[in-house]
């Protein structure tokens, strides 16, 4: 019996979409990425298609950090990376951290949207606003699960 592709043809240009933009994104940065740019790289014929699939830039942007908020495990869990960096505390066991927090068959995708994360963080609002609300989401987890002794 044959599989049914439930993957439509919108969702797979979707998501070709993000994934060139968290590259341009990361080598150019983010204001620096013009819309042609990313038409060009996903292989649209005019700029119009890109807002078929999202309404700018900046929802572009924004779908991107939700698939890294949803995509992944917490990076900085300090038992994963305790655990591995303690038996390799070279560059090659920070890599093993990321195989280990990222899904395998898209690493090169959150890894482009760490990079953006990282480089946008104090000048794009949009970003910053993200981080904080992580870093203010690990603070309370960190006081509930010490308040409870784990």
């Known amino acids: 019996m044959d599989?049914?592709?439930?993957?439509s043809k919108g969702d797979v240009t979707r998501q070709k979409i993000l994934e060139k933009a968290a590259g341009l994104f990361a080598d150019k940065g983010f204001t620096e990425t013009t819309t042609r740019e990313l038409t060009n790289a996903v292989g649209l014929k005019n700029p119009a298609s890109l807002y078929h699939h999202f309404l700018s830039k900046n929802a572009i942007l924004e779908q991107?950090?939700?698939d890294y908020a949803a995509g992944n495990i917490d990076i900085f869990n300090e038992k994963i990376i305790t655990n591995i960096l303690s038996k390799d505390p070279t560059t090659n066991g920070i890599m093993a951290c990321l195989q280990i927090s990222f899904p395998p068959d898209r690493i090169e995708y959150f890894l482009n949207i760490l990079c953006v994360m990282l480089h946008e963080q104090l000048r794009n609002p949009i970003v910053r606003s993200f981080m904080s609300s992580r870093i203010i989401q690990r603070a309370e987890y960190k006081v509930k699960t010490i308040g409870k002794g784990i």
Do not use: E, R, W, Y
């Open 64 to 66: 991107m950090l939700d």
């Open 3 to 7: 599989s049914i592709n439930l993957t």
